[in-house]
């Protein structure tokens, strides 16, 4: 079963806007990463969160992990046309050598 | 550099029929592995291999099988395609472990996608 689920499920936005993404799951992790996913092509890695950590920011995204509560959001700042895509969180359990992918956000950025 | 390959791109295959999907990387990573990707889904994971002439089971390994030969391909076989296997297929390669928790070695580095139709 799949461990990560996001919401929304779907976001339109202005262009400029911040757009943020959460991420929930159900099961003690090692770490949790974030891809993107632009239409028809494979997925590309964002950023990676361990479990002792608590945010950390890649150029225009920020990631939060809350271990007590499960959760993770990816927030993305002035966002662009270029956005546009389908964004996955995706968690590895401890001593866990896969990595478990959520259903995905998919974001539309208006212009 | 040419990263993550898969052959095909497309394929469409009749009930029964067979075949092989190819997943090279020239990043000399240790680990490789196989996704299924549905409408609405995120990617679930077929099987993987942690190292040259190994394998193991996903989360979804039913229908399909995977042979690691040599450490730079990892092959995923159908034996008798079914129309529930019609999907988007990804393969994917890190340099290390995903349980390090490292963002240098164990990212994992996507192919393009094989979009495969079984009738």
């Known amino acids: 079963s799949q461990q990560g689920e996001e919401d929304p499920q779907a976001l339109s936005i202005q262009e400029g806007e911040n757009a943020t993404m959460n991420c929930s799951y159900k099961?003690?992790?090692?770490?949790l990463q974030w891809y993107r996913q632009n239409s028809g092509r494979g997925l590309v890695h964002l950023i990676l969160i361990r479990s002792n950590e608590r945010e950390k920011h890649s150029g225009r995204l920020r990631v939060t992990l809350d271990t007590s509560k499960k959760s993770s959001s990816l927030l993305i700042t002035a966002s662009r046309a270029a956005d546009t895509a389908s964004y996955f969180c995706a968690t590895v359990g401890r001593g866990d050598d896969k990595i478990i992918f959520g259903k995905g956000t998919r974001l539309h950025i208006l212009p | 550099n040419a990263g993550v390959t898969q052959t095909p791109k497309f394929r469409v295959l009749k009930t029964g029929q067979s075949m092989t999907l190819l997943c090279a990387q020239d990043m000399n990573h240790e680990y490789m592995y196989w996704y299924r990707q549905d409408p609405g889904m995120g990617l679930r994971l077929i099987h993987y291999?942690?190292?040259?002439?190994?394998?193991a089971k996903g989360e979804v390994p039913d229908g399909y099988n995977v042979s690691r030969l040599k450490k730079q391909n990892f092959l995923l076989g159908l034996e008798s395609a079914a129309p529930s296997q019609t999907s988007v297929y990804f393969c994917a390669s890190s340099y290390a472990s995903i349980g390090a928790g490292f963002s240098s070695t164990d990212t994992q580095y996507f192919g393009p996608g094989t979009r495969l139709t079984v009738l």
């Open positions: 291999s942690v190292g040259e002439g190994t394998t």
């Open positions: 099961t003690s992790i090692n770490n």
